[in-house]
């Protein structure tokens, strides 16, 4: 079963993150370390200044004293008293230096760790995975495709190598791979092998003609749906290896003058696709091999009476699609019912005919 993708936390604001980053032990040794050494140089000035230096020299030697330059003394320090307090200086102001560097240095190498095992944990997701989604290219139409599968609990990589789109995954906590798709090694990192889908949706269609030949030279079962710009390049893609060939721009034309011609259809459309308050859903089941559909007709699995389901349309495993579906023809394996019906009827039709 392939794991659960990582749900997003569309809570984290910008104040919540900056409350974690002071969390951390790194940022709070270096505010100590910085108010320590402040502290130190106000109780150096004051005591130069108690033996009759001016401000600003006191303040000078200070400085030099904690930074150890070597400048040499403003001031002779020929008293006991005023050597006494310039080595307490000294003592103090190296201690304080030591702490606030080493708040620095911990601070850094604890991102470096935290990236390093951000990685490795990604790694181990995307290897516990089978059956997955692989999304090329995050973009407008890859970060919606990514929201809806997330929505839907299905598993999905995205690759993306632009760093201001993969600070936007992180911050979806989505899984991902920050690489470019063109080298063959980014798809074995990806699992290409154990996936189900690729979506291919970079902006050109040249990319896209590569990637789908990449793709299923490397993995040749594997189905592709991929994103294309120019009419002329449907054909290309299908040559490639591309199972399914999108066009954005196609698309959302059709669907003006469908809400020009068909406003009503094009709603129940939607109610039906989008998982509207109705409940109503659209899913396909396919029949396996001795399974409970396997050799029964619709007259014959009565599925309507026993589920509320309705069986709008079967593919065939030869490629056929009958719509509406013979009530006569018995189901084989290897053939995909697409049912529509309320979430209640289909966890039904699931529990008494996908067993």
Do not use: C
């Not at 789109?165 to 989505?174: G, K, N, P």
């Amino acid at each position: 079963m392939a794991p659960q993708q990582t749900r997003t936390n569309r809570g984290d604001s910008r104040g919540e993150r900056e409350i974690k980053l002071w969390q951390r032990s790194s940022v709070r040794r270096i505010a100590a370390g910085l108010s320590g050494l402040a502290t130190v140089i106000v109780f150096g000035v004051i005591g130069y200044m108690s033996f009759g230096w001016p401000f600003f020299e006191a303040l000078y030697m200070v400085v030099i004293t904690i930074s150890g330059v070597g400048y040499g003394e403003v001031r002779p320090t020929t008293s006991t008293p005023l050597r006494i307090h310039t080595m307490m200086v000294i003592a103090l102001g190296l201690v304080a230096v030591a702490y606030t560097v080493a708040g620095f240095v911990q601070f850094f190498a604890e991102g470096e760790i935290r990236n390093y095992l951000g990685r490795q944990r990604m790694r181990r997701q995307i290897d516990a995975m089978v059956g997955h989604t692989i999304i090329i290219g995050y973009g407008r139409l890859g970060m919606l495709i990514s929201e809806e599968l997330n929505s839907a609990k299905l598993p999905f990589v995205v690759i993306e190598r632009a760093i201001e789109r993969v600070m936007d995954i992180e911050r979806r906590e989505y899984v991902y791979l920050h690489a470019d798709a063109t080298d063959e090694e980014t798809f074995h990192q990806a699992g290409l092998e154990r996936a189900k889908t690729l979506v291919v949706v970079l902006p050109t269609d040249a990319e896209n003609v590569f990637l789908t030949l990449t793709a299923k030279r490397l993995a040749p079962k594997i189905e592709i749906i991929a994103r294309a710009e120019a009419p002329m390049t449907l054909k290309t893609l299908h040559q490639a290896g591309a199972d399914h060939v999108v066009m954005p721009a196609a698309i959302g034309a059709h669907r003006i003058v469908s809400l020009l011609t068909n406003p009503s259809a094009v709603e129940f459309t939607e109610l039906v696709t989008r998982r509207s308050s109705l409940a109503i859903e659209m899913d396909e089941v396919p029949v396996k091999l001795r399974g409970p559909l396997d050799g029964l007709s619709l007259r014959d699995a009565d599925i309507g009476r026993r589920t509320g389901v309705m069986v709008i349309a079967v593919k065939r495993l030869d490629g056929r699609v009958e719509f509406p579906p013979s009530g006569d023809e018995p189901f084989a394996a290897g053939d995909i019912a697409v049912v529509l019906g309320s979430r209640s009827n289909l966890d039904l039709f699931r529990r008494s005919f996908e067993a």
